[in-house]
């Protein structure tokens, strides 16, 4: 009896998918299962992954629909799979991936490996200072709406395996379960939280604008970072150009140009001395719009179209805090509290902190004061006391310097 799989799948493979998946967490699917549960059965679980999709009889369950508020209000949808269903979308991505790489053209830097959202912000800046304009696009929903039928031609032109094109055929049809279990069909899109969903997302992205971008506007710089876009003009009327070329392009292919989140911006600073309406725009968190800076080599101060941490971001990471209730938690030692949220505070000072970084003061200054309420409720000695506790945390700062990453380098920030 002829035992042979109709798809060479290396179980190796399989098994690099399982541990790629483990690294990134996440929250179970449909069935509830979670990775501690699906490793507790490891060998068997993988196994059965590798012999259905060698086999090609392996079909996704329903995605999990979870909805999560966007910063600026409303909710996202994101869809969930199981976790033997990241393993099997991984399997494909690690495949895929590195196929894609070379196609993909240097200014896409969302979900790609190698590059960052910090890229994307530091060349946007230098762009800034060379082009008077620029073009901030946002697109409505790429996730929601990537047509399958054009996503399914450009697989069949970078996609060999046929049976990488058979399960992503699966995955961009298997319905959405939503809270209350019912089952929604769907014909267009690919859920925002799949494994494979940003491969296929850029994939779609680099001919639906990145390659037409590049064809149609020729020496003309861009930006984009999954689906937010900038594009760099030498004047308005070339801005409003591309925005009605890219409008008509996107429709095309079955997207829209966001209208509250598309704008032509003017980056005044110093030197250029129009009037206009836009001057400054949102891009991956950082406010980019005029700003005072200093000339390190002649010790002078100059005005510069520059990116800082948004104010968006400053109340999200404020809120943050406020959701850890350090106040109220009067167990915890400082050293506690230390441990705890130095990890995030690290992480906010090197993403937001890498441009104009006294604007994260904000931020630092709110932590303070939540210490100073703590503290309040922590020592008897300082209850009903705001100046004492603030002047007994400022002493704490001197002293332990690097008990706190805000607290290091001169970046104390004040208590009161």
Known sequence: MNTAKPFIIPKRLVYEAFKAVKANAGAAGVDKETIEDFEADLKNNLYRIWNRMSSGSYFPPPVKAVAIPKKNGGERILGVPTVADRVAQMVVKLLLEPRLEPIFLPDSYGYRPGKSALDAVAITRKRCWRYDWVLEFDIRGLFDNIDHTLLGRALEKHAECKWVRLYIGRWLTAPLQQADGTLVDRTKG??????????????????????????????VPWCRYADDGLVHCKTEAEALTIKAALAVRLAECGLEMHPEKTQVVYCKDGSRKGKYQSTKFDFLGYTFRPRVVKNRKRDSLFVSFTPAVSSKALKSMREATRKLNYRNRTELSLRDISRLHNPVLRGWVAYYGRFYPSAMYPVFRHFNKTLVAWAVRKYRRLQRHKTRASLFLEKVAEEQPYLFVHWQNGTVGAFA
């Open 190 to 219: 690919t859920p925002q939280g799949g494994v494979v969903s940003p491969v296929l997302a850029n994939l779609f992205m680099h001919y639906t604008f990145d390659a037409w971008m590049t064809r149609t506007f020729p020496g």
